[in-house]
């Protein structure tokens, strides 16, 4: 009997052992969430950014499709289900959200539409991040932009005082030329078998953490994290650092567990 994979952001990068492949699962939830970059490259076609669970499954399945009209409605109902299960999976981790119905194609009743979040659009684009084919430049830009949007609005998962001193950071690294080696960090703590990335909070928990394999370059980030505290109002200081202490404390709780496990 197949046991059921554990709902975190950690299993979207599960491998089959150290250094191997990932999983058929993560490589799926990876493929999902690269659709996001593919409605977005083509949103003035048909429905824009929503899609239903059979045109994700469709785009999944392309390369597999067959010239008749039977066998390319076997290629999408066969992984159908599967992929249904994905999105509400990805729903739970707030990477996806359902927007509506939309009357189906054939028949009568409805299917539910997703959209993805700003969430769903930084893991996608840190996927992204992967592959030496794409322009490093451009990810940046993007991951860059989505984490602006994502700390200016209001979210219950990241306080206000926080979110105002992360926008700060960020656009410090970015004035000096260094965020790309944020968006390097993002990728090196979703590879890291040792760390339980269970919620996007935990993501950037661990990210913000800024711990660098390279002392001098952690050293740099540091200091810069440092002087951006300082150049704060007192007021949301007091809370930046209050929340950290909570962060700090988050984060030990999950090394006390990631620690049990071994």
Known sequence: MRTSEPLAISSIFARKDKGGEYTYSASLYQNILRYSLALNHNRSENNGLSFTSWEITDWLTTDNEDSTVERTKDRIENPLKTVKNKLN?????????????????????ATPTYEFTEYG??????????DSKTSQEVICSEIYDLLCNIFTIEDNLISTSTSIFYSKFLKKCKEKGVFENIVILFRDTLVRIDRSIVEVVDLFLHVFWLDFKDIERRTFFN?????????IDLETRKLVLYNLKLDIERKMRILVTDFKKI
């Open 89 to 109: 999976n990805l729903i739970q981790l707030r990477l996806l959200d359902i927007m509506g119905d939309r009357p189906m194609a054939k028949g009568t009743g």
């Open 121 to 130: 659009y930084l893991l996608a684009w840190i996927i992204e991040s992967f």
């Open 223 to 231: 200091n810069l994290f440092d002087e951006t505290i300082n150049e």
